[in-house]
C-alpha cells in the first residue's frame, strides 16, 4: 500500500518513513512539508492513504484533509498529530478523515491503523474518542434516528456493521452478499446520511443505539 506522509517537521516525516520501511507491504511514495503540498502530491502520486499532520504553517491539515477527500475520493486520510483539542479532531473527521491517532502512538499501532483505514476501517485514539462522540452529538443538526430512516433495512444492516469496525470484505461474508453489492449499499448509505466517509457514518450508527 501506498503511503504519503505530510507533516512540516522534516524529522518527524524522516523517522515516519525509516518506521514504515520496515513493513513489507507499505511503501512510502513521497513526503509533503505542508497542506499544499500534500495535495499536490495526493493528485500526483495517488497514495492509498496520507498520513497527515494539523498544526502547519500555509494551509494546515484541516483544509489539506477536506481537499484530498473532495478531489480524491480513493485516497484515505488518517491523522496523526500531537493535537487532541477538540475542535481539532471535530474538524478533521468532518474534512475527511478516516482515523485521528496521537503521535505517542506505539509504532505498532500507527501500522496497524494504517493498514486498517486502508481496508476501510476507522482508528481513533482512545484519549479523543469520547470527546469526539460528545461534540458530534452535540452538532448533529437532525436526530441520528430522523437520518436513519432513510435508509433500507438492508442499508441499516451493513451500517451496523459499519460501526462495530468492519470492512467490506468481512460485512460481505457476514450478510452473505457479494463485495460490489456492499460497495453499493456504503456508497447509498454515505449519500443517504449526507456524510464523507465511513467514520461519519458510524458516528451516528453509535448515535442511534445500532
Known sequence: MKVLICDDQALIRDGLEMLLRLERDIQVVGKA???AEAVELAGQLRPDLVLMDLKMPGMNGIEAT???RARYPAVKVLVLTTYDDDEWVFDAIRAGASGYLLKDTPREKVVEAIRGTVE???FVDPAVAGRLM???AGRQE???SQLLEELSEREVEVLRLIARGLNNAEIAAQLHLSEGTVRNHVSAIL???NVPDRTNAAILAIQSGL
Open 120 to 122: 476501510g476501517k476507522s
Open 33 to 35: 512539508e505542508d497542506g
Open 142 to 144: 437532525a436526530p441520528a
Open 66 to 68: 477536506r481537499q484530498i
Open 191 to 193: 449519500a443517504k446520511l
Open 134 to 136: 460528545q461534540q458530534v
